[in-house]
């Protein structure tokens, strides 16, 4: 085979993925705009996707903090820096450990989630049932989902920034010696309005990128159980890659560099 | 075939997936208030004929009239309105597995034209009575079903919005001779009080012989014959001859493994 042509084909290839994504993420973001909104699917998807995240958001987010706190104390202890621990702890959860963490235990939860989900519906011609009774699927199904997790997922890293920053705080005052109050006045005077949004505004993309990867997949999954398993499986590699890539750009726009 | 408009015309209907052409000019007619089966082998596009038609695939190339209007021509804001009067059975049902039964009847009513949840639990109900099913099913779940109990649901379903026309994937795959002539008769029935055009697509010939007017048969992508029901058995072609005797040999050559 000619490898500039395999080379070529695999570009296209891409191109095409991106495009139907793309077209695909419009539509199902906007969609609702010429009604009906199903309200009633949309809350369903923000409590599943918020509100059931929480446990394993909290949890991910409170040893991420107190092994955090270890790791710079032992870091800037080597040139006597070690009274910034929480300054540092608290900028480095709430720009970057908080969304990032937050946004990758839901996308395993949830972008398989709705893959799976819709992937059944569509391998058991439920969405083309859907169609013939005269319902949108992308207002039904893809929509509300979009919009919950997008809307959802700031609050979700809201929790996960608190819960974070405790955890940090627990292994400070108890394993190295900080006074709690001071430690909290010490993030208080430090830590500003800029630093804890840019966290949410990341979060917001990454609830949209998630939520997109995994109706996508499940939306276009073909010839049974297999196809969901695959369709599964790409939703989750694509919400996590696309959730690390966008991260750095979006990092990079708000540092300015 | 008389002079009057037919309900459903479909002109040189082409689609292919990749390499592999399904259809290949299909030239059908059906006249309003007339019954339709499209025999033909598993795999010879009968799906995807009828989903072309739904507007669920966008065919390659041919027409498609509906009420004397190509829909393929429509805006496809246009084209949905038209394919929302066609009520469809799916071959495995098709049901909301999330929604209990009489939601699933009430689906149309409640989230696509936006009636109240009493309007369509009182429209389910009436439309269990007319599959035979009691009104306590209504509150079960879709799985909690049996297979021929689903198809009766997804019947339901079917018809709950009165629609003109009503097309049936293989309506008795997968069931018992006893329950498959339940949904047969059923399904007669109900075409006929609705006075609805209807296309059925099956491989079974009881099935074929007790819901159709007239009988199409599909083979490579193309209609090869077509003619009244009763003249199913002696139609001179020896597609048909082979496809109703249910014989190995014949024109229609199966592999009997991969080349």
């Known amino acids: 085979m000619n490898p500039l042509a395999a080379i070529g084909r695999l570009t296209i290839g891409l191109l095409a993925e991106i495009g139907a994504l793309s077209v695909f ?12 909104f199903y309200t009633r699917e949309f809350l369903n998807a923000a409590i599943r996707i918020g509100f059931n995240s929480l446990p394993v958001v909290g949890l991910t987010a409170i040893f991420t903090g107190a092994a955090l706190a270890l790791n710079i104390y032992d870091g800037s202890a080597r040139f006597n820096a070690e009274s910034f621990l929480p300054q540092i702890l608290s900028v480095s959860i709430v720009r970057e450990l908080g969304p990032g963490f937050a946004a990758l235990m839901v996308a395993g939860r949830s972008s398989s989630g709705m893959a799976a989900e819709l992937g059944a519906m569509r391998v058991s011609d439920q969405i083309d049932a859907m169609s013939t009774l005269a319902v949108d699927p992308f207002k039904y199904l893809i929509s509300p989902r979009i919009l919950a997790t997008t809307m959802m997922l700031p609050f979700i890293v809201l929790v996960a920034d608190i819960i974070g920053i405790l955890g940090g705080w627990f292994v400070a005052v108890f394993a190295l010696g900080f006074e709690g109050a001071t430690y909290i006045r010490n993030i208080d005077q430090f830590l500003t309005t800029d630093d804890v949004v840019s966290g949410l505004i990341k979060a917001g993309v990454f609830g949209f990128l998630i939520s997109v990867m995994g109706c996508y997949y499940g939306y276009k999954s073909r010839g049974g159980a297999q196809g969901v398993g695959g369709a599964t499986r790409s939703a989750v590699v694509a919400s996590a890659v696309a959730i690390l890539a966008s991260n750095y750009v979006m990092t990079s726009l708000f540092v300015g560099v | 075939m008389s002079g009057a408009t037919p309900k459903i015309s479909v002109r040189g209907l082409k689609k292919s997936f990749g390499r592999k052409e399904v259809l290949r000019g299909v030239d059908l007619d059906v006249d309003e208030g007339a019954s339709l089966v499209v025999i033909g082998g598993s795999g010879t596009g009968k799906s995807v004929l009828l989903k072309c038609i739904l507007g669920l695939l966008p065919p390659d190339a041919g027409e498609i009239w509906i009420d004397g209007v190509n829909i393929l021509k429509m805006s496809s804001f246009e084209r949905r309105r038209r394919t929302r009067e066609i009520g469809m059975l799916f071959q495995g049902s098709a049901l909301f597995d999330s929604l209990k039964v009489w939601e699933n009847i009430g689906f149309r009513l409640i989230h696509g034209e936006g009636k109240s949840a009493k309007a369509a639990r009182i429209r389910a109900t009436d439309c269990l009575a007319q599959v035979g099913l009691p009104k306590e099913v209504g509150e079960l779940a879709p799985s909690e079903l049996s297979g021929g109990m689903q198809k009766r649901v997804a019947l339901a ?65 193309r209609i090869v014959w077509r003619g009244a029901a009763a003249s199913i058995s002696n139609s001179g072609n020896p597609y048909v001859d082979q496809f109703v005797n249910g014989r190995a040999e014949g024109p229609i050559k199966m592999a009997l493994r991969v080349e």
Do not use: C, Q
């Not at chain 2, 079974?204 to 599909?218: K, Y």
């Open chain 1, 25 to 36: 993420a419009l539509r199902g973001a906007f969609a609702w705009v010429s009604g009906p």
């Open chain 2, 157 to 221: 379903r079917a018809i709950a919005a009165d629609p003109k026309v009503l097309f049936f994937d293989e309506p008795t795959t997968g069931l018992d001779p006893i329950t498959a002539d339940v949904i047969n008769r059923l399904i007669v029935e109900r075409v006929k009080a609705l006075g609805a055009t209807a296309i059925s697509i099956t491989h079974d010939m009881i099935s074929a012989r007790r819901i159709a007017d007239d009988i199409a048969m599909l083979h490579e992508g």
